[in-house]
């Protein structure tokens, strides 16, 4: 986990972090170099960027940190769901189901807040009211923690939480997976479920 000062680099888009390069004098191409590491190459440590000077990294390691996420729990069903809990740093907790599905083509069901405010009817985490939204790294962070496990093939936002109702966040999510030199997911790999936020919905449009 980084200090205070540090941003977590799982928080910025790609757009986001080259700007934040580019102002501290270095070039554009740096931020992609380092995407394709943390989300194509999984890697959690600026000092194996071996592409990045020595330099470069240090600096780096000044300002940022890399998330990276291991499950306080994992259940396996009998039929090789797996569901992950993962521990926040505020000891909140959330949940991602990774789905096997036939041809090795697993599905990952992740959470976009803590608790809900939608209050559906069928749903026990309705009942609980909404805690707090997640951040982008958090939502990403879930993908790339199962990631370990093996590679899967669709992302499913229909775990705990109304994704439009965490809109900024999640659509810097979504930049993140979608990113074809890091998690390449692209759109048709991601599926948005929503309880109905009209308003919103046009918006992610
Ligand atoms: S939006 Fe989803 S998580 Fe929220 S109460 Fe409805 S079904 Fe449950």
């Given amino acids: 986990m980084g200090t205070h000062a540090q941003i977590d680099i799982k928080n910025l888009t790609l757009p986001e972090l080259t700007e934040l390069l580019t102002g501290l004098g270095k070039e554009k191409f740096r931020a992609r170099q380092i995407v394709k590491w943390i989300y194509a190459r999984g890697i959690t440590s600026f000092d194996e960027m071996t592409d990045l000077s020595k330099v470069l990294r240090d600096e780096l390691k000044q300002r940022f940190f890399i998330s990276d996420w291991l499950p306080e729990i994992v259940e396996t069903s009998t039929d090789g769901t797996r569901k992950y809990l993962y521990r926040l740093n505020d000891l909140e907790t959330v949940e991602a189901v990774r789905i096997p599905m036939d041809g090795g083509k697993d599905t990952l069901c992740i959470s976009t807040q803590v608790g809900c405010a939608m209050r559906c009817q069928f749903c026990l985490t ?80």
């Fill in 126 to 205: 309705g009942t609980f009211g909404l805690t707090r939204n997640l951040e982008a790294a958090e939502i990403v962070n879930q993908v790339c923690a199962s990631l370990k496990d093996g590679p899967l093939h669709n992302i499913v936002l229909m775990g705990m939480g109304e994704p439009l109702h965490n809109l900024n966040n999640v659509i810097k999510a979504l930049e993140i997976l979608y990113l074809d030199e890091g998690c390449g997911y692209g759109a048709r790999r991601v599926t948005l479920s929503t309880s109905g936020l009209v308003p919103q919905m046009y918006e992610l449009a």
